[in-house]
């Protein structure tokens, strides 16, 4: 993975996978403390506490496509690098928590990418799930959620490309003035 | 119009653009409509399906094809990530491999926009007849 915005497209993913109905997904960059943080919340079917256990084991998985699970485990070891931390809290048909902190300033902290076109295209993805944003810095909060875009374009389809760029640009804009 | 920085700002572009397109008689019944479903697990992210996902949301709504592009899991075709399933109204679904953006170009010249088979399909020891 080579930034933020694709672990959380990961992590999006195994939302969806558990029948989520509601992902938060909250990115903190902190320049006074000097930490970033991602919060990502569901409420899907949830894990129990053995699999809670052995989920970030890249030779653990729930698939049965392939025998090996990466995701959370590439998640894990970003963090740790950073100097930071991973945790994992679920429970059986409740949701799952997700959250890795990385130094800010660490020279192994991934850059945030293209988190708008990540946004853009879970939400295009899956228009049935609802999808909350929210970026805080310490210049503020900027918070979204895609019920609120679906009510904004009304019955105009999300990939029309004037719709689509003002999406991403809507995003794109207010993330970085928060930056 | 200016650049879009609220949700107001939203509303007002789609009343815009509202006015200047018929709005799609398929999409309510999406058997009715091509389907294409990017791998999006762990391999899939990691091999760039996200740029290869925008692609073809980007180019299918330029060519004015009537398509859904969403995500899928993994296949279990791990090592010829991206792939990306096309199902064409009526017709088995087919999986593609190692799908970059000409090969993305080349799924919706010729497979999606024509029906023709093309190289690239899994299992990879897939030719066409000519080859």
């Known amino acids: 993975m080579k930034n933020l915005a694709d672990h959380i497209l990961d992590i999006v993913q195994n939302s969806l996978r558990a029948d989520a109905t509601l992902i938060e997904i909250i990115v903190e960059e902190n320049k006074t403390d000097d930490f970033c943080k991602i919060h990502i919340t569901d409420n899907g079917c949830g894990m129990s506490e053995e699999m809670v256990k052995q989920a970030a084991n890249p030779f653990f998985t729930s698939r049965s496509t392939r025998k090996v699970g990466l995701g959370l485990s590439l998640l894990k070891q970003n963090a740790e690098v950073a100097n930071g931390k991973f945790s994992l809290k679920s429970k059986l048909g409740v949701g799952t928590i997700v959250e890795a902190t990385f130094q800010l300033s660490h020279m192994n902290k991934p850059p945030l990418g293209e988190i708008w076109d990540v946004l853009y295209l879970s939400m295009l993805g899956n228009q049935n799930v609802t999808l909350a944003y929210e970026h805080r810095t310490n210049k503020g909060n900027f918070r979204i959620t895609s019920a609120e875009i679906h009510e904004g374009i009304g019955d105009v389809p999300m990939q029309n490309a004037e719709i689509r760029e003002a999406i991403t640009g809507l995003l794109k804009s207010n993330i970085k003035e928060l930056q | ?131």
């Open chain 2, 1 to 131: 119009m200016s650049k879009i920085t609220s949700l107001a700002d939203l509303k007002r572009l789609k009343d815009e653009v509202q006015s200047k397109i018929k709005l799609r008689e398929n999409s309510d019944n999406p058997e009715q409509m091509v389907q294409v479903k990017v791998g999006m697990a762990t391999c899939g992210i990691a091999s760039g399906a996200r740029e290869i996902m925008k692609y073809f949301v980007e180019e299918l709504e330029q060519q004015a094809v009537d398509a859904l592009v969403t995500q899928t899991g993994c296949m279990g075709y791990c090592y010829a990530e991206p792939t990306v399933e096309v199902i064409l109204p009526r017709r088995e679904p087919v999986v593609f491999g190692f799908v970059n953006k000409t090969k993305a170009q080349e799924i919706i010249d010729l497979y999606i926009k024509k029906g023709e088979m093309i190289d690239g399909i899994i299992p990879i020891t897939f030719r066409t007849i000519d080859e």
